[in-house]
């Protein structure tokens, strides 16, 4: 069909200012007044739109653009390794370790996982180590947001906007409802892309296959005759063998979490009970994003294999539909990576400010840390669209990284606090998160370094981080005190139903 | 004790369901699995399993442990905090 780049534009704008406007509608209906409002929205957020925020947040430019080259490259391994990893290893975090977090979050204060290793090892150079840490690896996941972002822009508008013009309208659009709204403005805007960004790649890759690709029947037909290995493990590319899926899967995904900003959507929810649902509700909408993305891989094999498969789903939507449609899965695109870049951005503005200036200069009051927070956000922005404009062959590897080296920094950590393990030492903690994080950096980043024995780089992070951990615990002392271990496992065992009520209560009747 | 134990017998045997779906998902089950030869819905029966079958049986799980657990919290809730 002809493609008709103003009625794109015009869709596109509609919007992005549908986007900036409730941004700022939730800014200007409740503006945060505490550094807890801007950063938890006073941990008040509601079911629909907790549940939509975290999962537009988790769901970024890799589900439309990254995850479908990554499916077309490597197969059905590699949805093992990414879908089946994410409901199985993230959904596995959700199901031992959400509401654990969560609940020792309302009765400590925790916001950050600096927050809670710091408390429970009592170490402040721990909560140093592991917020720095964090900063590092958003940064480069949250470049790949814009990166995407810029694509898509010019490929929906015909090439009128331009890659670089794209991304700096919508890092300024980012920019201004996250720096006045905080985490509420986020939230609600997130709310709105999750449910954009799960229709356009679910529904919009099986409406693919059956439209225009003839059914799934006719789509592995035409795998079975000609990509036959794209449904075999390692894959066309022998690359994810069963000892790189599984090393693969364990890194990345005990990692994601960890990650600030999705850790924050663990305490901002005002129930606990929400918290408790999580794990099915983050996975079965991973599943059906994927199930699109996978789907839109089986369309691009039948009717456009010889394109570039990270934009097969722009491609053929500009092909096969009315503008007007394409336009909304452009919209739902840009939905995917612009929740997850606010997110993130927020994100690390939360830990300067949390982690570091809160740290360092305990004296200043709420709105200082709150300009802290902001300021740090805006330079996030700034950096990362810096970066994209540098470019980036593989949309993937970032991401992955990023969260692999969330896990190697702080899995153990984090597990062993909230279950009250006694026996884990500071010293212990400290090292197993440096050297961890420290492998998984060079085994990932570092050119010409082979990870050994063809696993996952990331992995050798994480499993080191436990070796020292459990190893070092036994040969130091400095144990957490029976204080501690106590207080948390009686914060553990009390009611969800107690607490939301005790919130509830702090909210109708403030503190003078 | 270094590492406890949950002792609440329908966790354990959910804890147990998902490590054995994880086990047949991933290794070793996927090893075997692969060499069904079935169409099953137009699907080759691996890729229906590793696409479809596999993760919706973990979410099953997951919703069955989410709901008892928001119901047995308002029980214990309002038995006055006993369990």
Same mark, same amino acid.
């Given at each position: 069909?002809?493609?008709?780049?103003?009625?794109?534009? &015009?869709?596109?704008?509609?919007?992005?200012?549908?986007?900036? %406007?409730?941004?700022?509608a939730?800014?200007?209906?409740?503006?945060?007044?505490?550094?807890?409002?801007?950063?938890?929205?006073?941990?008040?957020i509601?079911?629909?739109?907790?549940?939509?925020?975290?999962?537009?947040?988790?769901?970024?430019?890799?589900?439309?653009?990254?995850?479908?080259?990554?499916?077309?490259?490597?197969?059905?391994?590699?949805?093992?390794?990414?879908?089946?990893?994410?409901?199985?290893?993230?959904?596995?975090?959700?199901?031992?370790?959400?509401?654990?977090?969560?609940?020792?979050?309302?009765?400590?204060?925790?916001?950050?996982?600096?927050?809670?290793?710091?408390? +429970? +090892?009592?170490?402040?150079?721990?909560?140093?180590?592991?917020?720095?840490?964090?900063?590092?690896?958003?940064?480069?996941?949250?470049?790949?947001?814009?990166?995407?972002? /810029?694509?898509?822009? $010019?490929?929906?508008?015909g090439?009128q906007?331009?890659?670089?013009? /794209?991304?700096?309208?919508?890092a300024?659009?980012?920019?201004?409802?996250?720096?006045?709204?905080?985490?509420?403005?986020?939230?609600?805007?997130?709310?709105?892309?999750?449910?954009?960004?799960?229709?356009?790649?679910?529904?919009?890759?099986?409406?693919?296959?059956?439209?225009? %690709?003839?059914?799934?029947?006719?789509? +592995?037909?035409?795998?079975?005759?000609?990509?036959?290995?794209?449904?075999?493990?390692?894959?066309?590319?022998?690359?994810?063998?069963?000892?790189?899926?599984?090393?693969?899967?364990?890194?990345?995904?005990?990692?994601?979490?960890?990650?600030?900003?999705?850790?924050?959507?663990?305490?901002?929810?005002?129930?606990?009970?929400?918290?408790?649902?999580?794990?099915?509700?983050?996975?079965l909408?991973?599943?059906?994003g994927?199930?699109?993305?996978?789907?839109?891989?089986?369309?691009?094999?039948?009717?456009?294999?010889?394109a570039?498969?990270?934009?097969?789903?722009?491609?053929?939507?500009?092909?096969?539909?009315?503008?007007?449609?394409?336009?909304?899965?452009?919209?739902?695109?840009?939905? #995917?990576?612009?929740?997850?870049?606010? $997110?993130?951005?927020?994100?690390?503005?939360?830990?300067?400010?949390?982690?570091?200036?809160?740290?360092?200069?305990?004296?200043?009051?709420?709105?200082?840390?709150?300009?802290? #927070?902001?300021?740090?956000?805006?330079? &996030?922005?700034?950096?990362?669209? %810096?970066?994209?404009t540098?470019?980036?062959?593989?949309?993937?590897?970032?991401?992955?990284?990023?969260?692999?080296?969330?896990? $190697?920094?702080?899995?153990?950590?984090?597990?062993? &606090?909230?279950?009250?393990?006694?026996?884990?030492?500071?010293?212990?903690?400290?090292?197993?998160? @440096?050297?961890?994080?420290?492998?998984?950096?060079?085994?990932?980043?570092?050119?010409?370094?082979?990870?050994?024995?063809?696993?996952?780089?990331?992995?050798?992070? @994480?499993?080191?981080?436990?070796?020292?951990?459990?190893?070092?615990?036994?040969?130091?002392?400095?144990?957490?005190t029976?204080?501690?271990?106590?207080?948390?496992?009686?914060?553990?065992?009390?009611?969800?139903?107690?607490?939301?009520?005790?919130?509830?209560?702090?909210?109708?009747?403030?503190?003078? | 004790?270094?590492?406890?134990?949950?002792?609440?017998?329908?966790?354990?045997?959910?804890?147990?369901?998902?490590?054995?779906?994880?086990?047949?998902?991933?290794?070793?089950?996927g090893?075997?699995?692969?060499?069904?030869?079935?169409?099953?819905?137009?699907w080759?029966?691996?890729?229906?399993?590793?696409?479809?079958?596999?993760?919706?049986?973990?979410?099953?799980?997951?919703?069955?442990?989410?709901?008892?657990?928001?119901?047995?919290?308002?029980?214990?809730?309002?038995?006055?905090?006993?369990?």
């Amino acid at each position: 069909m002809a493609f008709d780049a103003t009625v794109s534009i &015009a869709v596109l704008s509609v919007y992005m200012l549908v986007v900036l %406007g409730l941004g700022l509608a939730a800014w200007r209906l409740n503006p945060p007044e505490t550094v807890e409002d801007y950063l938890l929205a006073n941990r008040g957020i509601s079911w629909f739109v907790g549940f939509f925020s975290t999962a537009a947040s988790q769901y970024s430019a890799l589900i439309f653009l990254g995850f479908v080259g990554f499916y077309f490259n490597f197969g059905l391994a590699a949805f093992m390794a990414i879908l089946g990893a994410y409901v199985y290893i993230t959904g596995s975090t959700y199901y031992f370790l959400g509401p654990r977090i969560w609940k020792i979050g309302r009765k400590r204060g925790h916001i950050t996982p600096s927050d809670t290793v710091r408390d +429970y +090892y009592d170490s402040p150079l721990l909560g140093y180590v592991v917020a720095i840490g964090l900063i590092l690896a958003l940064i480069p996941y949250l470049q790949v947001q814009f990166t995407g972002v /810029g694509i898509v822009l $010019s490929l929906a508008t015909g090439g009128q906007v331009p890659i670089v013009v /794209g991304a700096a309208i919508v890092a300024a659009i980012i920019g201004v409802y996250t720096w006045f709204g905080g985490m509420r403005s986020v939230a609600w805007v997130d709310t709105l892309q999750g449910v954009m960004l799960l229709g356009g790649t679910a529904i919009g890759g099986i409406v693919l296959v059956f439209v225009v %690709g003839g059914g799934y029947e006719a789509a +592995y037909g035409e795998l079975l005759a000609n990509y036959s290995g794209l449904l075999a493990i390692p894959g066309p590319r022998g690359v994810f063998t069963w000892p790189y899926i599984m090393t693969f899967g364990i890194a990345v995904f005990l990692g994601w979490i960890f990650h600030p900003h999705m850790w924050m959507r663990l305490h901002y929810f005002k129930s606990g009970r929400a918290v408790e649902n999580l794990p099915w509700f983050m996975g079965l909408t991973n599943w059906l994003g994927n199930l699109g993305t996978w789907s839109v891989v089986l369309a691009g094999v039948l009717l456009i294999p010889q394109a570039a498969p990270d934009q097969f789903i722009l491609l053929m939507y500009r092909e096969f539909f009315p503008t007007v449609v394409f336009a909304l899965i452009a919209a739902a695109a840009l939905a #995917a990576m612009m929740s997850s870049a606010s $997110s993130q951005c927020h994100g690390i503005g939360a830990v300067v400010s949390r982690d570091l200036s809160s740290k360092l200069r305990p004296r200043w009051n709420d709105d200082r840390h709150v300009i802290v #927070a902001r300021l740090a956000t805006v330079v &996030a922005i700034v950096g990362a669209f %810096g970066l994209s404009t540098l470019g980036i062959e593989f949309l993937l590897t970032s991401g992955a990284a990023a969260a692999a080296l969330g896990a $190697s920094l702080v899995f153990p950590q984090v597990t062993a &606090a909230v279950y009250g393990w006694e026996w884990p030492t500071t010293e212990a903690a400290i090292a197993g998160s @440096v050297l961890g994080g420290l492998t998984t950096l060079v085994l990932l980043t570092v050119p010409g370094i082979e990870s050994p024995l063809g696993l996952y780089g990331g992995f050798w992070g @994480v499993a080191l981080n436990v070796a020292v951990f459990v190893i070092g615990s036994y040969v130091t002392d400095s144990t957490p005190t029976r204080a501690t271990t106590e207080a948390w496992s009686a914060a553990v065992d009390e009611s969800t139903t107690a607490l939301d009520r005790e919130h509830r209560r702090r909210d109708e009747f403030p503190a003078d | 004790m270094p590492f406890p134990t949950p002792t609440d017998p329908v966790r354990i045997a959910l804890n147990g369901t998902l490590l054995g779906l994880f086990l047949l998902y991933f290794l070793p089950g996927g090893i075997y699995l692969q060499r069904v030869e079935l169409q099953v819905f137009g699907w080759p029966f691996f890729a229906l399993w590793v696409v479809v079958i596999g993760p919706a049986l973990a979410l099953l799980v997951f919703l069955v442990n989410s709901v008892r657990n928001v119901r047995r919290d308002v029980r214990r809730d309002a038995a006055g905090g006993e369990t």
